[in-house]
């Protein structure tokens, strides 16, 4: 029994060698240099609908052709034809929940019918503490409550899906974004904001062909189902105007 402690700390310190192993080389892989979009702009016609975008490359879109391949910019275009959608996108590649809640909350002006918010997934892949998380998720909301009528939380789907992240870092990366994923769940329960669930999406991404060049950011395919699932929270608010 002496022998057990010191082997469990060296099995544990073996194992997280591989997880940082395994960061590392997803981390050092080539990857080519690609094209982000703004997503701001007015799509449809018909009664003004203003939608805000906060957020990471969720919203940037690399690897995409063109902006109208976003998520959002295909979500819009459903209901071009009774709305003109107009979109103001602060979201940045790369952004943190703590990002969003420095350099993206400052800047928005006026009143929006809907806001977005789609961060959280850079918290998972730095490893940023639930607590924290949970934190700036809650302050983002309180500082959008007197900007927006209602605030939509993305959440976290299944990021261990993306190729680049190798096993077993994929299958810590897909417990830790479930886990990141429950805690905006919490956070909208006790804020009012409304959360989208991609978890019931998630098979979608288990072909890497929904996946863009760089194995890691999504094509216009993997935007279309992120398009659908906001959509089923979206559309209650929507239809809500007509």
Do not use: C
């Amino acid at each position: 029994m002496p022998r057990v402690t010191p082997l469990l700390r060296k099995s544990a310190l073996v194992g997280a060698g591989i997880l940082i192993g395994e960061g590392l080389l997803a981390i050092a892989e080539p990857v080519p240099q690609l094209e982000e979009f703004d997503a701001s702009g007015s799509i449809g016609s018909g009664p003004i609908v203003r939608w805000l975008a906060l957020g990471d490359s969720t919203t940037t879109g690399p690897g995409l052709e063109r902006p109208d391949d976003l998520w959002i910019r295909q979500l819009a275009r459903r209901y071009s034809d009774s709305f003109t959608i107009d979109i103001v996108s602060l979201a940045v590649g790369g952004s943190t929940t703590a990002d969003v809640l420095g350099s993206q909350i400052p800047l928005v002006e006026g009143h929006f019918d809907i806001a977005f918010v789609a961060a959280g997934s850079n918290d998972v892949l730095r490893s940023i503490p639930g607590p924290v998380v949970r934190r700036n998720l809650g302050r983002i909301v309180d500082a959008l409550e007197p900007s927006a009528d209602t605030i939509v939380l993305m959440g976290v789907g299944d990021l261990g899906t993306i190729p680049r992240l190798r096993w077993p870092l994929n299958t810590v990366i897909t417990l830790r974004g479930a886990s990141i994923d429950r805690i905006t769940n919490r956070v909208a329960a006790r804020t009012g904001a409304v959360k989208v669930d991609h978890w019931q999406f998630r098979d979608h991404f288990d072909d890497p062909a929904v996946f863009s060049i760089d194995r890691f950011h999504p094509t216009s395919d993997g935007h279309r189902v992120w398009a659908d699932a906001v959509d089923l929270v979206v559309a209650p608010l929507m239809d809500a105007r007509v």
